[in-house]
């Protein structure tokens, strides 16, 4: 998906009973699923998309790549079958990721099956409009206002004038509910303007003070920067009742102060954790988070989720928000404590009794304690009564059995985990590297594999020698780079689909430095190298692995070779060999007997004419034609620089991949007259053909 960042479903509840749970592990395999015909799309930043549902009032927050395997469900689609297409498209995320994709869009009626109904979710009219262009500039000025006013009338006046009373206590209490209920009214007025949906108004008993609440999370639709306003608006109505009050009743100023710190801690819900994550980030996908997952997860899998899933710019501005609310907390603090002038606040302070500030302390905390645990029971109460309505209306059952929550959720978690292994093995059965493979053959191998993702720019492994596991690359592209001891650069070609990371250092060994890094978003099989060398590689048979080694990593890469049909490319893999050379080593020795055509796939070789060196060969040239055209011995030797790695194709064979394909024969001849300094011989109107198992000129 990452490729990592990750979706997030931020679903309003409904009040119809959710889909069954059970039903999920159904689709997940081989139901046929669908985008649903209420859907809109909303772009709320340069990489996140809001997919909603305008009848049940759901969303799901994705990203591009997310949300392109989204739209493939524009028709009916099971994901058995949307597998190929996604790696072909390189867009296959992790499985873990996808599966999480699939439920959250299913929880959230994105998707839907076929003839399936999603529930109704009623709005309401609202009347009142506040422009977007006053929202940000009016929330702004009266933001400092009250701070404003607020610090200037504690430094004016005599701290005595801010010691609370049990009138002041009443009456900023009442205000700071006021408040908060004024700034969802502006909220739902400021979506109205921007023609957002506005739906279950209530009065929030659960808040320590308890508000009128309008659900505003239809305005994240509209874009970051609305959602931005919205949350400052919420807030401006605190700091000018606050500024106000520091005037016309300063006693219940500091009750002001201490609601509005308990109002701006940037915990879920609050306005000012709205406002940082749509300046900074937007929620992201966490598998780990999912109970279907959790068991199948190592701690380091976890750890690594917990890393992807991470937004540096949101922890940094959290962070440095943290650090304002503090420093602002403790002037709060620090004012109180100055106030001595008061009798009720003089024997705690200014005789520096810490027990009787401890115990009031205490009391105070009681207190807010109470009062919260009594909205929060008497939500409960609610939520129980209607719940024993909607319980009181369903048919009773015949018998008492099972707990059927339990049932369906055992039965989901079967299902995925079953479902996750045939997946897995039809995703492997399709590959290049195990198509020759049985799927019962493919059972000896699940109990080994894994799945990994790295997002582009992302180093898979830096070091001497050999990696640490066999990376089979499903989608995606990366970038090897290996130095001798000298740290001179050895041409690697990048490596795509269908091959092995480094494949050619697990067969033939390796030396120098290796560092390998994706140049684009990777999505791998995974296998630790002891048991790929020890049960894998045995069973694939080493000339499988050389055919899809030869193919896949040089041949179609090579210009030599890369425009080659099928047919060819799979005729020459089929004959040809790798073979290492040492440093200093004659290849071809001038006058002598060759009876191959060598591609150069790593290293340098020097070029000599007798004693005189005539020119170099490097990585992607090829020699050895002239020979095998002419019908002639070599006219010079080849030696190596250093150590080299080259293809072998017996010249027979170069020969019968001549006559077959014309195009390569072209570029053989092309090269081969230019070296020459004259055509080797006229090939328009002529052709190959095989006389005695050897290709010839006619």
């Known amino acids: 998906m990452t490729a990592t960042a990750e979706p997030v479903a931020n679903s309003v509840p409904a009040e119809e009973t959710p889909p069954p749970v059970v039903d999920q592990g159904d689709y997940v395999l081989d139901t046929p699923l669908e985008l649903t015909s209420f859907m809109e799309m909303h772009q709320i930043s340069d990489d996140q998309i809001v997919f909603k549902n305008r009848k049940s009032k759901t969303y799901l927050t994705v990203n591009r790549t997310l949300a392109k395997i989204l739209l493939s469900f524009r028709k009916p689609m099971k994901l058995k079958d949307l597998f190929p297409l996604l790696i072909e498209d390189r867009l296959c995320p992790r499985l873990d990721d996808l599966y999480e994709l699939i439920l959250q869009a299913r929880k959230s009626y994105i998707l839907l099956e076929p003839g399936e109904e999603e529930p109704t979710h009623s709005i309401i009219n609202w009347g009142p409009t506040l422009r977007s262009e006053f929202a940000s500039l009016g929330s702004f000025f009266c933001i400092l206002v009250g701070l404003g006013s607020w610090l200037f009338q504690s ?43 506005i739906y279950r108004p209530r009065f929030n008993f659960f808040s320590l003070f308890p508000h009128f609440h309008v659900d505003l999370r239809d305005l994240q639709t509209a874009g970051t920067r609305v959602e931005a306003d919205a949350a400052l608006i919420q807030m401006a109505p605190l700091f000018l009742a606050l500024g106000v009050v520091s005037f016309a009743y300063p006693s219940a100023a500091m009750v002001l102060m201490g609601g509005i710190l308990l109002q701006m801690l940037p915990v879920k819900g609050s306005a000012i954790r709205v406002l940082l994550r749509s300046k900074f980030a937007h929620k992201e996908l966490s598998v780990h988070e999912h109970q279907d997952f959790v068991g199948n997860q190592t701690w380091k899998r976890s750890v690594y989720n917990f890393k992807q899933n991470l937004s540096m710019r949101y922890l940094l501005g959290a962070f440095v928000y943290c650090l304002v609310w503090l420093a602002l907390a403790g002037g709060v603090l620090y004012m109180c404590y100055r106030i001595t002038d008061s009798t009720f606040l003089d024997p705690i302070f200014a005789d520096r009794d810490w027990r009787r500030t401890a115990a009031l302390a205490a009391i105070f905390t009681v207190a807010a304690g109470v009062v919260t645990a009594s909205g ?78 790295f997002d582009k720019g992302e180093t898979i492994f830096e070091g001497e020698g050999l990696i640490d596991r066999a990376l089979y690359i499903c989608s995606g592209e990366v970038e090897i780079v290996k130095r001798f001891q000298t740290g001179r650069k050895i041409p690697v070609p990048n490596q795509g689909p269908n091959t092995i990371i480094d494949q050619i250092s697990i067969m033939y060994g390796t030396e120098g430095h290796t560092t390998i890094k994706a140049v684009a978003p990777v999505y791998c099989v995974s296998f630790m190298m002891e048991e790929f060398k020890k049960r894998i590689m045995p069973i694939l048979g080493w000339n499988h692995l050389e055919r899809i080694l030869i193919r896949e990593n040089y041949l179609k890469r090579l210009s030599l070779t890369q425009d080659l049909s099928a047919e060819t490319l799979d005729f020459l893999a089929g004959h040809a060999k790798i073979v290492q050379y040492n440093q200093n080593e004659t290849v071809i020795k001038e006058g002598g007997d060759n009876f191959y055509f060598y591609i150069l796939l790593q290293g340098r070789f020097d070029v000599f004419k007798g004693r005189r060196r005539i020119g170099k060969l490097s990585h992607g040239e090829f020699f050895g034609e002239l020979g095998i055209l002419l019908n002639s011995l070599p006219t010079a030797s080849v030696v190596s620089i250093e150590g080299c790695i080259c293809l072998l194709i017996h010249k027979s064979s170069i020969l019968q991949a001549m006559g077959q394909d014309y195009e390569f024969a072209m570029v053989v001849e092309q090269e081969a007259s230019k070296r020459l300094g004259k055509p080797v011989f006229p090939l328009k109107g002529s052709r190959f053909t095989n006389i005695g198992g050897l290709g010839r000129a006619v």
């Open 376 to 453: 929060i029971v008497t939500e409960a109460y609610f939520k129980a009564k209607k719940r024993e309505k909607s319980i009181a209306a369903q048919p009773k059952p015949v018998k008492p059995g099972p707990n059927p929550e339990k049932v369906a959720l055992d039965e989901l978690a079967s299902q995925i985990r079953a479902g996750t292994e045939e997946l897995e093995l039809e995703l492997l059965h399709q590959t290049t590297l195990f198509n020759n493979t049985s799927l019962l053959g493919l059972h000896r191998f699940q109990g080994m594999l894994g799945f990994e993702r």
């Open 155 to 197: 430094q004016r006046e005599d701290l005595a004038i801010f010691v609370p009373t049990a009138q002041s206590l009443l009456i900023g209490y009442v205000l700071m509910c006021v408040a908060v209920s004024l700034g969802y009214v502006l909220g739902a007025s400021l979506a109205n303007w921007h023609e957002r949906e």
